[in-house]
């Protein structure tokens, strides 16, 4: 699970070149296994693109903002508005949960590097923490947006996982270390989400108390006929109740630590049963919002669902975005 695929390799020689839900509104489980899985999107080659041009297809109907991946290139998309927010560096970024800063990891994805805090435009950048483990390891906000949960590099396959505080710079581990990777930090502030191999794991945000969420991952195909299973977390309720993952079943190639940002099944974490998804199409991301609100991106479209299903809005995606990375959706 851990030994990094030529895959991946191969993509980071390119780059070196180049929502919440309560209890009552969720979606109520279906039969493990019971919705298709979709295929994994390809990812184009680096492009060159200004720094700011006018989408063809505007997100209008969807406020806030949209933020995507080109491998190292972050842009945001603001309406009919597509602006590069950062040129380089993005491929460990995450953007903070009230959408004033941005958090990445600079450097070579195979090498550990500096924890940099940007604004939103990328600008007024400074480093906070210096020897941070990057792939399977990018900066996990806390709900407040003034912490983050990182891995500290110790040397070739030994890292420290703990809480940065940025405003002084204090890095405090974990009480109970993990192998986990793929961190998700609930808006409610109470939960961690992560992989643990090809299981889901639930923990306090000190890495105490983790619980592994059953059936999914499991070996026993008593348990898990179709062997359901993920390395890749993408987002996690605000409670914890629902995780989406990109998942693989049966004799799919299982993936690695580096980062797919690729979503196409919702796991119950408190049975590892799958969730239906009303829609219609490959699905490619599902983003939790802490309102309860859940974005669901397919081929070309997004929709915004309010947590009891019913849609709020539904959109073409700009076309210059169409082969990105969905990385995350602020609506502030």
Not at 30 to 52: C, E, F, H, Y
Not at 234 to 253: C, F, H, M, P
Not at 275 to 294: H, K, S, T
């Amino acid at each position: 699970m851990n030994a990094i695929s030529s895959r991946s390799i191969a993509r980071w020689t390119v780059l070196a070149t180049a929502v919440a839900l309560t209890a009552a509104c969720e979606p109520t489980p279906t039969p493990a296994g019971s919705r298709p899985v979709s295929s994994a999107p390809s990812i184009s080659a680096p492009t060159s693109a200004a720094q700011s041009r006018t989408a063809s297809s505007p997100a209008a109907a969807i406020p806030g903002r949209l933020y995507y991946l080109e491998h190292e290139r972050l842009v945001r998309v603001t309406g009919p508005d597509v602006k590069t927010v950062l040129e380089k560096d993005a491929y460990a970024a995450n953007v903070s949960p009230d959408g004033a800063h941005i958090a990445f990891i600079d450097g070579s994805p195979i090498e550990a590097g500096n924890v940099v805090v940007a604004d939103r435009d990328g600008r007024n950048r400074r480093t906070v923490f210096r020897g941070a483990d990057r792939a399977g390891f990018e900066p996990a906000w806390s709900p407040d947006s003034k912490r983050l949960l990182i891995a500290k590099n110790r040397g070739p396959g030994l890292r420290t996982v703990g809480v940065l505080t940025i405003a002084t710079g204090r890095f405090t581990p974990w009480e109970r270390q993990s192998l986990g990777q793929g961190f998700l930090w609930t808006a409610d502030g109470k939960h961690v989400g992560y992989v643990d191999g090809y299981r889901l794991v639930l923990a306090d945000p000190d890495g105490r108390n983790a619980r592994v969420v059953p059936v999914f991952g499991s070996d026993d195909r008593r348990l898990n006929p179709q062997r359901r299973r993920s390395s890749d977390t993408y987002s996690i309720s605000a409670n914890g109740r629902l995780i989406s993952v990109w998942q693989r079943t049966n004799d799919e190639d299982s993936s690695d630590i580096a980062r797919d940002l690729i979503a196409d099944a919702i796991v119950d974490t408190r049975t590892g049963e799958n969730v239906g998804v009303p829609v219609r199409g490959e699905i490619r991301a599902i983003l939790f919002q802490p309102n309860g609100d859940i974005l669901v991106r397919t081929n070309g479209k997004l929709t915004l669902f309010g947590p009891n299903w019913k849609v709020k809005a539904e959109v073409a995606e700009p076309a210059e975005v169409k082969d990105f990375e969905l990385l995350t959706y602020r609506s502030n």
